[in-house]
Every structure is written in structure tokens, then in C-alpha cells.
């Protein structure tokens, strides 16, 4: 080793490497910028040997502090379903009017109905509950099966024509099809259908309110109101299940719908089911 070298413009110590007589000064890195450095490495190992770490050919290290974010997270659900306990057994034992006269079960309730009916029922009855062609909109004060909190709650547990022996049930005849009323006679009971919602004394003076009165009225009612204990519905109030229009009514009576709702009473707890019905009554048209 030769004897340090200075270099006489900064007075600093050269490295003692020359290029064409340039020389390299001997600047190290500041100890305190080394020692962070070294600090961080041992940080890394102490890290790995803590926490999980290296991914394995089928699993990976998991560390000694046994940290699990999967673990961490059903903690904090747990924590949340607790929470809730006292509210859920609540609405477990609450009768359905009960649940509507407590704020607090009813804001729960709501909450609730609101999410299941997101997951299960919108498919068919749309995000808003408003409905579509043979799906009725629920937001309404027309019901096929009755407005009552415990009929539609009845309606949900046991669904509409469905796989299930308390199911509600009714069948329009298909007077087309099965040749009870012949296409003339279909066409004028459609015409009275069509002027029910529209004009009294129209429909009063059609031929087709004799035939209404022969074969309908069993079911809808007279005037063709309605009535909820047999799904009939209402057919004076211009809300149509089936898209309104003389051609949909022509069909409804030839070929008869019969809509199917399933039953949720094994697919979902009773809880849901209750939050379920409070929620649908209070979109706005509940009886
Ligand atoms: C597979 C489609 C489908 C699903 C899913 C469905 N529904 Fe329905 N729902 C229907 C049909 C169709 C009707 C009408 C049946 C008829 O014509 O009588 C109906 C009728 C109803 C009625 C009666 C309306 C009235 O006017 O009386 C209520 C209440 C109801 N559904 C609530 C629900 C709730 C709550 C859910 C979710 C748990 C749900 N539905 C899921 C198809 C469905
Ligand atoms: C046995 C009972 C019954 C009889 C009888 C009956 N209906 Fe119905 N009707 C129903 C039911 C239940 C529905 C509900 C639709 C479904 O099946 O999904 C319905 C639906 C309808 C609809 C569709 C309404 C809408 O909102 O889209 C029309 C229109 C209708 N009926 C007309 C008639 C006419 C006209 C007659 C007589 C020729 C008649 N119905 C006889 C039970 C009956």
C-alpha cells in the first residue's frame, strides 16, 4: 500500500486509483446510512422467521407469531355476529307487528330484509322490488296474495305454486286452449277486461260482461276486483301483472299463466324470512 494520497484542489483523500490522471476521491457512505442498512437486513430475517413468509412447493413458511389474516378475519366476523346476537334472537322470538313497533328490531329488520332480498329475490323481481313482466312489482298497493305483513310472509315461506304443501295455489282454466269459451267469445271477454280499467259505462254495455260473469267472477270478483285468497288479481285497476294490452289479456285467457314463486322456508332461517316480509310491507304499498 502506498501512503495516502491527497488531492490538493479538495484536500481530500484519493482512493489512489488514477484514469489518465484523473483520481477517484475516497467519499464512503455516511456510518449512520450504513448501520439503517444493516438494521433493515436484520429486520428482513427477523421478519421471516416471525411472520409468513417464503412460499414452499405446497405451502408456505408460517412463521412463529402464528399471524393468519384468514384467522384475523373470521375473528373480526365473530366479532361482528355477536354483535348481533342479541338482535337476531330478538327477531327469532318477535312476532312480525312486534318486530314493526320496535325501532330497533325494525331498523335491523329492514337492514336485513334489504340485503337478503338483494341476494334472492331480485333476480326475479328486480333490484327495486318494481318488477317485470309476470313478476310483480311489490312496490305497489296491488296484491295477487294479499298486502297483510303475515300474508306476504306466508307468500315467502311457502312460495307460489311451489314444491311445497302449504303452497299457495290456484289455476286459471285455460278457456282458449281447452275450448271453454271459443276465440269469439275470448275476444269479447277481453274487450270487458280491457274497458274495466277504463271505462264503467263502456264495460257495462260489452257482451262480454255476460261471459265475465259466467266464468270469472268465481275468481276475480265482480267488476273484476280481485280477490287475494285465490291470486286472482285485480283487473280494474290498470296495473297489470302480465304487460298491459288487449293482445297479453287474449293470451293470459287462452293459454292461462299460472306465475311460480319457490318457498324459502327451507332455504332460508326464520329470521331472514321475518326480515324479509317487514321489508317487502314497508317498500310502500304493505296493507
Ligand atoms: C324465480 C322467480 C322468483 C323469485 C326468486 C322470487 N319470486 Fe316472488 N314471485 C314470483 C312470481 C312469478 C310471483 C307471482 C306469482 C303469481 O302469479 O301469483 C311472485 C310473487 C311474490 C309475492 C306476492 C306478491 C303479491 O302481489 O301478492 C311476494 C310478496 C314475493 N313474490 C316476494 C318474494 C321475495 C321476498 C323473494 C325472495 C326471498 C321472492 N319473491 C323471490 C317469482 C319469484
Ligand atoms: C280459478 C280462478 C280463476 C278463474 C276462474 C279466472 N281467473 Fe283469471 N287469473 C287467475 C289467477 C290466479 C291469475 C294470476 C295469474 C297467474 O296465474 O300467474 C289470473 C290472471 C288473469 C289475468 C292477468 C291479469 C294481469 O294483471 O296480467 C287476466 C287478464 C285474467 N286472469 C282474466 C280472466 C278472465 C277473463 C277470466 C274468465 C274468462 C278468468 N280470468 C278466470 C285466476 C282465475
Not at 281447452?178 to 276465440?183: A, K, Y
Not at 299463466?257 to 332461517?269: F, K, Q, T, Y
Request: glycine share 10%; proline share 4%.
Amino acid at each position: 500500500m502506498s501512503k495516502k494520497q491527497i488531492d490538493e484542489f479538495s484536500g481530500t483523500e484519493t482512493t489512489g486509483h488514477d484514469w489518465d490522471g484523473i483520481r477517484e476521491l475516497n467519499s464512503p457512505m455516511p456510518r449512520w446510512w450504513v448501520w439503517t442498512y444493516y438494521a433493515t437486513i436484520l429486520w428482513a430475517v427477523a421478519y421471516w422467521i416471525a411472520m409468513p413468509a417464503w412460499p414452499l412447493l405446497s405451502d408456505y413458511t408460517r412463521g412463529l407469531l402464528g399471524h393468519s389474516q384468514r384467522a384475523q378475519l373470521s375473528d373480526q366476523i365473530a366479532a361482528v355476529k355477536a354483535g348481533q346476537a342479541d338482535l337476531i334472537a330478538r327477531t327469532a322470538k318477535a312476532g312480525l307487528t312486534e318486530i314493526q313497533a320496535d325501532p330497533e328490531l325494525l331498523e335491523f329488520a329492514l337492514a336485513g330484509g334489504r340485503s337478503a332480498f338483494a341476494v334472492n329475490c331480485s333476480q326475479c323481481h328486480g333490484t327495486g322490488a318494481s318488477g317485470s313482466d309476470g313478476y310483480p312489482n311489490l312496490n305497489d298497493d296491488d296484491w295477487l296474495w294479499g298486502g297483510t305483513v303475515a300474508q306476504i310472509e306466508a307468500t315467502i315461506q311457502y312460495g307460489i305454486r311451489a314444491d311445497h304443501d302449504d303452497t299457495r295455489i290456484s289455476e286459471m282454466p285455460a278457456f282458449g286452449r281447452d275450448e271453454i269459451l271459443n276465440p269469439q267469445q275470448v275476444d269479447e271477454v277481453a274487450d270487458y277486461v280491457m274497458a274495466l280499467s277504463r271505462d264503467d259505462d263502456l264495460a257495462e254495455s260489452l257482451p262480454g260482461k255476460a261471459l265475465f260473469s259466467e266464468n270469472c267472477v268465481d275468481c276475480h270478483g265482480a267488476g273484476g276486483k280481485g280477490n287475494s285468497e285465490l291470486g286472482a288479481p285485480n283487473l280494474a285497476n290498470g296495473i297489470w301483472l302480465y304487460e298491459g294490452g288487449k293482445p297479453a289479456v287474449v293470451d293470459t285467457i287462452t293459454h292461462s299463466r299460472s306465475g311460480m314463486m319457490p318457498a324459502w322456508v327451507s332455504r332460508l332461517d326464520q329470521v331472514a324470512i321475518k326480515q324479509l316480509a317487514v321489508y317487502v310491507h314497508s317498500l310502500g304499498g304493505g296493507e
